[in-house]
């Protein structure tokens, strides 16, 4: 079949042109025409009240510190591409002075405090976080390009519940482990990616802190603006000094973290490629490891399944957060039956997500986090197209600056198909067809990765049967992307391996010999 080619261009004055040129809507004509609805005025929170310092500085010891090199890199708006501000560049220097200050604190201080007073400290983070989370879902959505109502009523509320959840368990260890007497570990290295900068943190923090344990965290290049914020937050907390230490940097921090003789436990969450990495410098060390790595998780919709809803889950599963999500139901499996139907209505939902200004309360689809992430979308979408796969999108004018894809999605793939396999991480979604439950499991599996997966249905009965024979670590039915502090989430196979989330996430930072 002849691929089309609607896939958005770089002008030669390197501004996006509309994805669909032909057939894009002007401007000026949204209001009225805009997937056949009338377009909601401009509705932008106000970045103003919250202004970013121009540079940024390490986080050691409960002070903000000077980078020993005294180098700093840009962090911009992928929005807009303007430079925010900068960002201190942490050497083996300065991520040894904070895995000195992390172990003192923990022998001196944290480690030795009655659990109920860790357990305070970290309830009064979570109130600090809940009284600043609108300054907090506005940088955030500044720094990464996700839409803010995703991080106002998403993120930022979820951050706040870890911190709660797991302050909980501060003094409840025995309870949680009977018969056991857990310890912490030591001082954790934690190295967390830039598609949920807050999150992840949270995710990270919070238990290890909440078990006794110090810490080392090293946000992403791109988005490290709030965990720097939490700092702050930390500081107002009162938090014993040297206790959370935040380096900042690109990958050569995060290996200094990894390699870093006195850790006792590293937690990355980011790609499978560095996962390996990871896992191959730190075999024969001793050192604990839970690696939260990609995905391509199958949305599987069985016929008998309420098709409007179904719909608007895979819209949630790829689309949210612009697909920038290890757990996106970024290959969507339609049962035979019901293939034109749910393609229809997937075309005809797309036309109305609304792509545009993150920081307006009616933008569905952000920016993209970087211009690396695009050209990576735009290139796995071209092996589609060359391989034979044909594509939708929405139809809409893209910002001329800042980086941008349309939401689309993808048919005629093959499982061979690179789109079938590897991960996009960006809104694109490819859709494949079945015919019998044992062929959407057989197909649901068969990717390198094990991490998420979604089943549709009108019956119990099958989704219990496919949920056990799914090798995936969070199954969700008739729904998608839905998240809970008390419950794990990890992978299996090239996804990973150890859980976050609920009490394996707590056993996942403590001794429990
Ligand atoms: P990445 O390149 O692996 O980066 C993740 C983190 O590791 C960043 O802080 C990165 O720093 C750092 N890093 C890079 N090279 C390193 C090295 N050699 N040693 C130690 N640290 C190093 O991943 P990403 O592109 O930022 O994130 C996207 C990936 O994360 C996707 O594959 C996604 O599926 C995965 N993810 C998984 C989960 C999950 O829970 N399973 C959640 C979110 C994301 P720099 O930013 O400076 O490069
Ligand atoms: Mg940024």
């Given at each position: 079949m002849k691929a089309k080619t609607q896939v958005a261009k770089i002008s030669t004055k390197g501004a996006l042109v509309p994805a669909l040129a032909p057939t894009a809507i002007p401007l000026k004509d949204r209001r009225l025409n805009f997937g056949g609805k009338w377009e909601y005025a401009p509705s932008p929170e106000d970045a103003k009240s919250y202004p970013i310092a121009l540079r940024h500085e390490l986080f050691i010891n409960g002070k903000f510190v000077v980078p020993a090199a005294g180098t700093y890199f840009p962090s911009i708006?992928?929005?807009?591409?303007?430079?925010?501000t900068e960002i201190a560049e942490a050497n083996a220097a300065d991520v040894d002075a904070a895995v000195k200050a992390a172990r003192r604190a923990y022998d001196r201080v944290w480690g030795k405090m009655p659990a109920r007073e860790r357990g305070k400290y970290l309830y009064r983070i979570a109130r600090i976080i809940q009284e600043k989370a609108r300054e907090l879902a506005v940088l955030e959505t500044i720094d990464g390009g996700k839409p803010i109502k995703e991080s106002r009523d998403v993120d930022l509320p979820l951050v706040a519940a870890h911190f709660f959840y797991y302050a909980g368990w501060a003094d409840k260890l025995k309870y949680a482990f009977p018969g056991k007497t857990p310890r912490p570990l030591g001082v954790a290295g934690q190295i967390i990616p830039w598609n949920f900068p807050l999150l992840m943190a949270a995710w990270k923090l919070a238990p290890a802190l909440a078990c006794g344990n110090t810490v080392v965290l090293k946000p992403a290049e791109t988005t490290s603006i709030t965990a720097l914020r939490l700092a702050q937050i930390f500081q107002e907390a009162g938090?014993?000094?040297?206790v959370v230490n935040i380096v900042t940097g690109a990958g050569a921090t995060g290996a200094a973290i990894v390699n870093h003789p006195d850790i006792n436990k590293i937690a990355f969450t980011g790609s499978t490629e560095v996962g390996k990495l990871i896992a191959r410098s730190m075999a024969g060390t001793g050192k604990h490891l839970t690696l939260e790595l990609g995905g391509k998780a199958a949305n599987i919709i069985f016929e008998d399944a309420p098709l409007d809803q179904a719909v608007e889950g895979v819209i949630a599963g790829i689309y949210f957060n612009q697909g920038h999500v290890c757990c996106a139901g970024s290959r969507l499996l339609v049962q035979e039956g019901v293939y034109a139907r749910v393609v229809k209505k997937l075309r005809d939902r797309i036309q109305t997500l609304r792509v545009g200004n993150p920081l307006d309360k009616n933008t569905d689809i952000g920016a993209i986090n970087s211009a690396g992430q695009l050209a990576r979308i735009r290139e796995l979408v071209q092996s589609g197209l060359d391989e034979g796969a044909t594509l939708q999108q929405t139809q809409c004018a893209l910002p001329a600056r800042g980086f941008w894809y349309p939401p689309s999605f993808l048919t005629?793939?093959?499982?061979?198909h690179r789109v079938a396999q590897e991960?996009?991480?960006?809104?694109v979604l490819s859709v494949m067809t079945f015919r019998t439950p044992e062929e959407a499991l057989e197909r649901a599996n068969n990717t390198p990765y094990g991490l998420s997966a979604g089943i549709w249905t009108d019956k119990g009965s099958k989704i219990f049967k496919m949920a056990a024979k799914l090798n995936a670590g969070v199954i969700w039915a008739n729904c998608y992307n839905k998240f809970d502090p008390a419950s794990p989430f990890g992978g299996y196979k090239e996804s990973g391996f150890g859980r976050e989330g609920g009490l394996p996430g707590l056993a996942a930072y403590c001794r429990l010999d």
């Amino acid at each position: 079949m002849k691929a089309k080619t609607q896939v958005a261009k770089i002008s030669t004055k390197g501004a996006l042109v509309p994805a669909l040129a032909p057939t894009a809507i002007p401007l000026k004509d949204r209001r009225l025409n805009f997937g056949g609805k009338w377009e909601y005025a401009p509705s932008p929170e106000d970045a103003k009240s919250y202004p970013i310092a121009l540079r940024h500085e390490l986080f050691i010891n409960g002070k903000f510190v000077v980078p020993a090199a005294g180098t700093y890199f840009p962090s911009i708006n992928p929005a807009t591409e303007q430079q925010l501000t900068e960002i201190a560049e942490a050497n083996a220097a300065d991520v040894d002075a904070a895995v000195k200050a992390a172990r003192r604190a923990y022998d001196r201080v944290w480690g030795k405090m009655p659990a109920r007073e860790r357990g305070k400290y970290l309830y009064r983070i979570a109130r600090i976080i809940q009284e600043k989370a609108r300054e907090l879902a506005v940088l955030e959505t500044i720094d990464g390009g996700k839409p803010i109502k995703e991080s106002r009523d998403v993120d930022l509320p979820l951050v706040a519940a870890h911190f709660f959840y797991y302050a909980g368990w501060a003094d409840k260890l025995k309870y949680a482990f009977p018969g056991k007497t857990p310890r912490p570990l030591g001082v954790a290295g934690q190295i967390i990616p830039w598609n949920f900068p807050l999150l992840m943190a949270a995710w990270k923090l919070a238990p290890a802190l909440a078990c006794g344990n110090t810490v080392v965290l090293k946000p992403a290049e791109t988005t490290s603006i709030t965990a720097l914020r939490l700092a702050q937050i930390f500081q107002e907390a009162g938090l014993p000094e040297g206790v959370v230490n935040i380096v900042t940097g690109a990958g050569a921090t995060g290996a200094a973290i990894v390699n870093h003789p006195d850790i006792n436990k590293i937690a990355f969450t980011g790609s499978t490629e560095v996962g390996k990495l990871i896992a191959r410098s730190m075999a024969g060390t001793g050192k604990h490891l839970t690696l939260e790595l990609g995905g391509k998780a199958a949305n599987i919709i069985f016929e008998d399944a309420p098709l409007d809803q179904a719909v608007e889950g895979v819209i949630a599963g790829i689309y949210f957060n612009q697909g920038h999500v290890c757990c996106a139901g970024s290959r969507l499996l339609v049962q035979e039956g019901v293939y034109a139907r749910v393609v229809k209505k997937l075309r005809d939902r797309i036309q109305t997500l609304r792509v545009g200004n993150p920081l307006d309360k009616n933008t569905d689809i952000g920016a993209i986090n970087s211009a690396g992430q695009l050209a990576r979308i735009r290139e796995l979408v071209q092996s589609g197209l060359d391989e034979g796969a044909t594509l939708q999108q929405t139809q809409c004018a893209l910002p001329a600056r800042g980086f941008w894809y349309p939401p689309s999605f993808l048919t005629g793939v093959t499982h061979a198909h690179r789109v079938a396999q590897e991960e996009i991480f960006g809104p694109v979604l490819s859709v494949m067809t079945f015919r019998t439950p044992e062929e959407a499991l057989e197909r649901a599996n068969n990717t390198p990765y094990g991490l998420s997966a979604g089943i549709w249905t009108d019956k119990g009965s099958k989704i219990f049967k496919m949920a056990a024979k799914l090798n995936a670590g969070v199954i969700w039915a008739n729904c998608y992307n839905k998240f809970d502090p008390a419950s794990p989430f990890g992978g299996y196979k090239e996804s990973g391996f150890g859980r976050e989330g609920g009490l394996p996430g707590l056993a996942a930072y403590c001794r429990l010999d």
